[in-house]
């Protein structure tokens, strides 16, 4: 839990592969502070932490780029004594981003430089910077710095079954929960899914219809994740996480409270032994939340590289 006062700021290490199969990364050199850093920013009013850091690499590198694995978060204190927070993803920039940026010398970013790990860690000004840069060269060394993610949302607040006169399955969203998913559309989009699939039911279509408004994305309807379909041995949803696994492209799925814990699991029991600290909450959605579940591309049935879970009012 961070303090009240704490400045919240969310970033990445924005990297590439050289065709010989060297990493590098970009650093940034800013104007006014004359430092070398990686990109980020603080967070604005209403904005969730992907959403901030998908923001801020764009805007001070040009580069449109899509969230991937979670690098954890550094803390230090500002010249004014107010603490500060800033958390970490990889970001992978393909040669159409790199040919794409906008990126121009302004006020704030003077130079992009892209180095490579060794080269980062001597010239990076900060400590911390370097920290997260050895995190990162840790997935890199491990082959999972290249992931893709099943992205698991729970619909938004509803209408009480007992207030509802009609089938389960019409059930509409609350304002709240207009609310949860307009606000978590943001942070889902920041990850570049290429697939939505979302129950049948109209809560969970009302709550995901802000994610397709943002990426362009049709929504394919799936009757194995609805809450009507649920059953216990979860073999339908199984069968839905095995295909999504194989195609290994980023993909929403917005479901009910019942059948997510067994979307998490069957990600979770594809391969793979890694102790996961955040699968419990995982599997604990509340409504409007949603979980990331990052699996490397190179291996996916070496099961989950790193999970993480989002609030629209966090």
Request: hydrophobic share 40%; glycine share 6%; with cysteine.
């Amino acid at each position: 839990m961070t303090a009240a006062n704490t400045v919240l700021a969310a970033g990445a290490v924005v990297w590439h592969e050289l065709p010989d199969g060297r990493i590098e990364i970009l650093v940034v050199y800013r104007t006014q502070h004359k430092d070398l850093s990686l990109p980020k920013g603080k967070v604005d009013p209403g904005e969730s932490l992907p959403q901030t850091a998908a923001r801020e690499v764009e805007e001070e590198t040009g580069l449109s780029l899509a969230l991937g694995v979670p690098l954890g978060t550094v803390d230090y204190t500002l010249p004014n004594g107010r603490p500060k927070r800033v958390y970490y993803w990889a970001a992978e920039a393909d040669r159409d981003a790199i040919a794409n940026s906008t990126f121009r010398s302004n006020d704030e970013i003077e130079e992009l430089r892209w180095v490579d790990l060794a080269k980062a860690r001597k010239i990076l000004s900060y400590e911390h910077d370097v920290d997260v840069v050895d995190r990162f060269a840790g997935l890199v060394a491990t082959s999972s710095a290249r992931t893709f993610a099943i992205i698991a949302v729970r619909h938004g607040k509803a209408v009480a079954p007992h207030d509802w006169r009609g089938p389960d399955a019409t059930r509409p969203l609350m304002p709240r929960g207009h609310e949860q998913a307009r606000r978590t559309a943001a942070g889902v989009a920041a990850f570049r899914p290429r697939k939505l699939i979302s129950s049948t039911a109209a809560r969970c279509l009302t709550t995901i219809a802000p994610v397709a408004a943002s990426t362009g994305l049709a929504v394919k309807l799936s009757e194995q994740i609805s809450q009507d379909a649920f059953q216990p041995s979860g073999k339908a949803v199984n069968a839905v996480v095995r295909k999504r696994l194989k195609r290994r492209q980023t993909v929403v799925l917005c479901s009910h409270g019942p059948v997510l814990p067994q979307i998490i699991e069957a990600v979770a029991s594809h391969g793979g032994d890694r102790k996961l600290d955040q699968l419990p909450r995982a599997k604990a959605l509340g409504t409007g939340e949603f979980a990331v579940l990052h699996v490397a591309a190179a291996h996916p049935d070496a099961g989950i590289v790193a999970i993480e879970v989002h609030s629209p009012f966090e």
